[in-house]
């Protein structure tokens, strides 16, 4: 009989010792599956990542559908070792012997052609486990053909396509920084301290920009009490019920392992203090200024459900916060960051710690900027950011 797995997992604490943390590191990967054959059409695309240690793993999955449209769609794989998958989010899997199968959920079943949707799962593992590499888009070989992204990248001092203010389907904060006039912040946007300032600073950048010729850069310092922020005067305070943001941001180092913070937003909910997003432990995370919750919880396995933030890249950041409920998703590029998912329902090494607090967020404004707990220079680009109660995508 198929095992029919669930869609919300439930995480399993495993031991985690030097040795578990250099495998994992070490089998951490990025495939793109190659066609099957060299006569196959190319009918899907397949990004396998996934984060093995001893006796287990978790894998996030993208499939972009290279053909006609699909209503509905089937991926299916053979594991070419002794995988076992356990649990799976964001698909339905089942498994029989070493053939998987993962299908849509109802609110992600269509797939366009040229569109692509990512779920991930997490399994166990006794004497091997290679990286599957037989993928099939509804009976169909996935073909090596490359999909390409919605907005072209573009190099330091290299203009991209300049959106208008439709590109973010009204939203109520909308820009690209063209109407920046000077080097210094001007109009919607002011530089900003919060709590106490150093040494950071913030410009106008003509030489670096995702699109149009303009962006924000952040030469952020190290050390408690060096913040430097460019605020939005844009009022934030009636957006919702569920508040969605888009940003694209460039940095040149990797997030460390002490906190910082590159997004802040004041919660009235909050009296105002912060709902921040930044990194610890080299991962993207969440915190709360009021009680210092994170999401995910810092443990290895916390940890490895979310993402870095790649350097060196214009990277699409979207993430939605719930007003009236205790709720948070969080996009990088097109993946849904599961460690950076927050429910009413507890997960474990996830949000435990952030559902401690039960009253909803309510931000009232955007602050994109840098701020440092301990160690962390960094300096950042930002520009396209988009604030409205409906989705805005990349």
């Known amino acids: 009989m198929p095992t029919l797995l669930a869609r919300c997992p439930r995480w399993v604490r495993r031991p985690w010792t030097a040795a578990t943390a250099t495998l994992a590191l ?13 006569d196959s059409p190319p009918g899907c695309r397949v990004d396998y990542a996934a984060d093995q240690w001893t006796g287990g793993y978790t894998a996030q999955i993208r499939v972009t ?27 339905t899997v089942t498994q029989t012997g070493r053939s998987v199968t993962a299908v849509g959920t109802d609110w992600n079943a269509a797939l366009p052609s040229g569109a692509g949707t990512a779920f991930g799962l997490q399994g166990t593992w006794r004497s091997a486990a290679p990286t599957p590499t037989d993928f099939s888009l509804n009976g169909v070989p996935c073909g090596d053909g490359t999909v390409p ?43 900003t301290a919060p709590d106490c300032q150093g040494t950071g600073t913030a410009a106008v950048d003509t030489a670096v920009a995702h699109s149009g010729t303009r962006s924000l850069r952040v030469d952020g310092r190290a050390g408690y009490c060096n913040h430097a922020f460019v605020a939005a005067t844009a009022d934030l305070s009636s957006v ?7 940003l694209w941001v460039r940095h040149t180092t990797a997030l460390p392992s002490a906190h910082v913070t590159f997004v802040s937003m004041p919660d009235a909910s909050q009296g105002g203090r912060a709902l921040r997003v930044g990194g610890q432990n080299g991962a993207l995370q969440w915190n709360r200024e009021s009680d210092d919750a994170t999401l995910p919880a810092q443990s290895p396995a916390g940890v490895a459900l979310s993402r870095p933030l790649p350097t060196g890249s214009w990277q699409c950041l979207r993430f939605a916060v719930d007003t009236s409920a205790p709720g948070l998703d969080t996009w990088l590029g097109a993946e849904q960051v599961p460690g950076l998912h927050a429910d009413e329902v507890p997960t474990q090494d996830v949000d435990q710690q952030w559902l401690a607090r039960t009253t909803p967020p309510r931000p009232t404004a955007l602050r994109l900027g840098w701020e440092s707990y301990g160690t962390g220079d960094d300096t950042l680009w930002f520009d396209d950011v988009a604030v409205g109660s409906a989705p805005i995508g990349c």
């Open 149 to 191: 992204p919605t907005t072209p990248p573009t190099t330091p001092g290299t203009p991209g396509p300049t959106p208008s203010p439709a590109d973010c389907g009204g939203a109520a904060l909308c820009t690209d920084f063209e109407d920046q006039t000077g080097t210094s912040p001007s109009g919607g946007w002011r530089f």
């Open 65 to 91: 559908n290279l053909g006609p449209a699909l209503s509905g769609w089937r991926l299916t794989w053979t594991y070419g070792g002794d995988q076992l998958v356990t649990s799976a989010w964001n698909a």
């Open 240 to 246: 919702g019920p569920v508040l969605h943001v888009r």
């Open 26 to 38: 070490a089998v951490s990967l990025l495939v793109a599956v190659p066609a099957s054959g060299a």
